[in-house]
């Protein structure tokens, strides 16, 4: 054949095969169909209408009541009981008066301790009472009750109305402590040959009170 036809020939299946893809594509690709959301309005539910308010209903006011009538109970008349004679009486009866405490002591002295085991105490009272235990090895051998003398009360009231409160203490031969307290009622302060003198009295008293006569 000649050139000239196959060129044509060339030509004829090109253009055929571009047809056929176009043809082929057309086929293919056709027209996406259109939503139905699109043709479709939206429509929007209308809001229920507002219930209408209830009107309000008024109440009947009620009647006042009547008020029952008060019935006073007519009083009556009760006997007086008897007292009865077995009955607890409600006077006051009469107590006793519990005895008045003991005053504290004016002045007080012990002995305690040394190489005979003394505990020794004494005490005496403002009103001039005087009470002396003579005591060996923590057991009271012998108890005196007595009174101050004249003389002896005038003595320690002396010290007591100069002498502001002190106490002293000192050792006997026997390394026994002994303590002599003076609650006094002044102001001044003893010197110690005056709280010497007051424990010298009351250790004298005591042994005067408490040593058996020879």
């Keep these: 054949m ?5 060129e044509c020939l060339v030509i004829l299946l090109m253009g055929a095969v571009a047809m056929g893809l176009v043809l082929g594509m057309a086929g293919c690709g056709g027209g996406r169909p259109a939503s139905s959301d699109a043709g479709e309005s939206s429509v929007e539910a209308a809001p229920p209408e507002e219930a209408a308010a209830p009107e309000a ?19 009556t008349e009760v006997e007086d009981a008897e007292p009865d004679a077995a009955a607890p009486s409600t006077e006051p009866s009469e ?27 004494m005490t005496i009272y403002p009103d001039g009472r005087v009470v002396a235990v003579r005591c060996l090895n923590r057991i009271d051998r012998e108890t005196v009750e007595t009174t101050l003398t004249a003389d002896q009360a005038d003595e320690l009231n002396a010290w007591a109305d100069q002498f502001a409160p002190f106490s002293r203490r000192e050792s006997d031969i026997t390394r026994a402590a002994m303590r002599t307290v003076l609650e006094g009622r002044g102001e001044a302060v003893p010197t110690t040959e005056e709280k010497t003198a007051v424990a010298k009295f009351a250790k004298d008293l005591f042994l005067a009170l408490t040593t058996p006569p020879e």
């Design 2 to 6: 000649k050139r000239g036809t196959w």
């Design 95 to 121: 107590v006793e008066a519990p005895e008045a405490d003991r005053p504290a002591a004016l002045l007080e002295w012990d002995r305690q301790g040394g190489s005979a085991g003394h505990c020794d105490r």
């Design 57 to 75: 209903v008024s109440e009947p006011t009620p009647e006042p009541e009547e008020e029952a009538p008060v019935v006073e109970p007519e009083p």
